[in-house]
């Protein structure tokens, strides 16, 4: 989304009770899993957990992800509970 308040906020709106059910997962896929309704348009560095890949940089933990990557919540944590 280009947006790096969301990469950084985005659980609130997952864990809000008005987020209705299956939101997320309308792009992201039944299982969060990533789908082409979630895929970059470019790559992108953005700010991750814990996830492979997620590596140590002088800004903190980035993950650079390539054009048409399906984004899936485990690129940069486990799968939260939906
Ligand atoms: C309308 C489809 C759609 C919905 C609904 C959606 N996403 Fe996404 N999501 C995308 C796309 C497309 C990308 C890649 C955007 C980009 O970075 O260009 C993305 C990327 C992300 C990223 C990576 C950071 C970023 O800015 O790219 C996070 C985190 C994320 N989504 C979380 C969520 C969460 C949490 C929800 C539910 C509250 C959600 N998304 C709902 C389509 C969606
Ligand atoms: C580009 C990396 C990225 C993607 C993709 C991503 N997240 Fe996150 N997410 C983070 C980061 C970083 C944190 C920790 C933020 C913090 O603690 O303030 C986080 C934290 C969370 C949390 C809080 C619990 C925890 O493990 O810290 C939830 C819930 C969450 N994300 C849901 C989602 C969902 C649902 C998706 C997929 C739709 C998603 N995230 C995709 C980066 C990402």
Redesign the pocket.
């Known amino acids: 989304m280009n947006d790096p308040g969301w ?2 906020d ?2 609130e709106v ?2 809000d009770d008005r987020t209705p059910a299956g939101t ?1 997962q309308a792009c ?1 896929g039944r299982e ?1 899993e990533g789908t082409v309704l979630s895929r970059l348009p470019v790559e992108r560095t ?4 814990d996830a492979p890949g997620c590596r140590a940089t002088s800004q903190g933990k980035r ?1 650079t992800l390539r054009a048409g990557t399906k ?3 485990t ?4 799968r ?1 509970e939906a």
């Open positions: 990469n950084r985005h659980k997952f864990n997320c992201h969060l953005l700010i991750c957990k993950i984004v899936s919540c690129h940069c944590h486990r939260p």
